[in-house]
């Protein structure tokens, strides 16, 4: 008997394996052509949205069931993207399914068709040329009618020439003084505003990336302020010559408005946004947009890599250092690491920028995988800032700032300047302490008798927030333990800073800028242009250290670095290294001179001092250097598993399975099961086993050995486990 083809369906389903179904009914005979489109199928009591991976056969088709529909006429993915994704799949060890939903935006993941790409443009009805004499003289309302009234403009064309246009285009609209109209997608380009000239650092490095034939890995290291912007502009330009599409990932949502504001009036063309502050039907149009060879520049997150581009020319990553491009859960994928391996599968150069480069990207562009190009001169005329460290032992602290360093505030303020105060810490203060006894707020779902998880304190004392699990409540109104009535917050937060310098700079406006104030769409840009140009203190967190350029910064005060230069996490002082080198490049970027100071209780420790005098390349050389000796990345690779259960005796029971199943004489290192170094989070217990190899290739052919047996295992189908390949950390 012969074997029928039959569908093998990859499914979003947390199984490492596809699904053998027969083609719908009435259909021609399944083959080749049709891997990579989408269809529908059932799937248990369940309807599911499966992508066709590849063509089988069995001889019994009685025991298969029938796709219920195909969802494409022709592959919605294939070539470079396709294989790139089948890549991931068995590099992260992921079912191939949950890799392609992750990757496709979420309307086409819930089967819906291609979106259609024409743009959009605004114009004015005859309501609203009549009306626009009534509209207040300075609205908004009345300036998108201003900017309206010479014809139809294209929301890419009002986006560069009015940031907040969104609101008053709906008021406009509920008033019938403007409609939405349809355009062709492939509007005519711009005219371009010329850039600056590039210095002779930039232009050789602009020239070694336009010169590159093929994939080309470099890494642009360039100090803060170097103008790493101006090469990729210039680089996206010529890749645009050639009638090629670029993308360029970011690493936060608050920095891609200011780029997509500088790139649209540069480049002279649409260029599309692409991440999670934008819906779910934008995110679909940008993606169609990008797959049908329309959208020519992208700039996006993390997950704006999956990207398809059908016409490539050039990928870049701007602060390739920055550990938001790694997925922490779902699918725990490295964006960088993987817009790499899609530079090599479609032949285009990739660019990795940063001041702070990553020392496993200084370890590679060392050994000569990569090309270093180094931008060691501040663009223009601006100079590097002036550090100081300020040793605040025995001194009098204001809510965290010392006098010293207030009367600096005040003195750039009384010169029209800006202040940056940082701290990496939202909230009030990191804990709530009875005097009397010693009691804090802990939260019940995420501590344990021996390590207890403070809430922090929110709302100047008013409500506790755990920042792990997000459990809410109210500040007690005595001590617990004791019934004392001297609860008092402890610590410093943004927060706490902000009311302090409210109430000691009442003249001056003072704005915090973390998560609790950029969540909604535009937050952002929205508030760093409340400031504008005006003398005033910005208070932040980690936001402002990515590659904002604020003209009118001269001061960056760092309040407290000490709880950075004790931890357990290998990759602390990297961190700590990185956030301090960026957040210092915030000042002094214009013809104004900038100065940084640095507070702290331990002014010798050698991280610190190896900073300030050496700078960040002489602290990655040390870094290295230790890592080798203790055989940490990018010297060994690592994989990590974590398991989590309200019992923990089932999670170790897991992973001491699954460690019982390799091999005695395995070369890879192992160690646990141990806990977490979080060991509760969400009234979950935590628990890990690591996984090192010096070298990748027996890493992954023990995981490759390894997962089936771990799939296959009893024990877990009553644990919630996951598998992190090159984990950035421990927790």
Known sequence: MSSCPTLRIALPVPLPQAFDYLPPAGGPAPSQADVGRRLRVPFGSRELVGMVEGIGGSDDPAGLKAALEWLDPAPLLGGELLASLRWLARYIHAPLGEVVATALPTPLRRGEPLPDTHGWAWELTDAGRDGMPGLRN??????LATLLADGALAEEVIEARMHDWREPSRALLKRGFVQRVAVPATAPPARPNPGPAPNPQQQAAIEAITAANGFHPFLLDGVTGSGKTEVYLQAIAHCLAQGRQALVLVPEIGLTPQMLA??????????????SGLNDNERARVWAAAARGEARVVVGTRSAVFTPLPQAGLLV????HDGSYKQQDGIRYHARDFALVRGKALDVPVVLGSATPSLESLHNARAGRYAHLRLQQRAGDAR?????????????????????????????????????????RRGYAPVLLCHDCGWTAPCRRCS??????????????RRLQCHHCGARAPVPLACPDCGSLALQPQGIGTERLEERLLQLFPDFPVLRIDRG???RRDALERTLATLGEQAGILVGTQILAKGHDLPKLTLVVVVGIDEGLFSADFRASEKLAQQLIQVAGRAGRAERPGEVWLQTHHPDNALLHTLVNGGYHAFAEAELAQREAAGFPPFAHLALLRAEVRQVEQANAFLAALKQAIPADDPV???????????????????????????????????????????????????????????????
Do not use: C
């Open 138 to 143: 300075g609205s908004r309302p009345q300036r």
């Open 448 to 461: 344990t008798p021996l390590h207890a998880t403070p809430m922090t304190v929110h709302g100047a004392g």
């Open 517 to 519: 104030t950029t969540a």
């Open 262 to 275: 500088r790139f649209r009036a540069r480049l002279g063309i649409p260029v599309h946004a692409l991440h």
């Open 317 to 320: 990553v701007d602060e390739e």
């Open 669 to 731: 290192e192992r160690y646990g099961p141990m806990p977490a170094p979080m060991p509760r989070r969400a009234g979950f217990q935590r628990t890990q086993l690591l996984l090192s190899a010096p070298q990748r290739r027996a890493l992954h052919a023990l995981l490759d050995a390894l997962m089936p047996q771990a799939y296959a295992l009893p024990q877990a189908r009553r644990v919630r486990w996951s598998l992190d390949v090159d984990p950035m950390d421990l927790y």
């Open 384 to 424: 590097p800032p002036a550090v100081r460290v300020f040793d605040v032992r025995k001194r009098p602290l204001q809510d965290g700032l010392s006098p010293e360093v207030l009367e600096g505030i005040g003195r750039h303020l009384q010169a029209g300047n800006q202040v940056l105060v940082f701290k990496n």
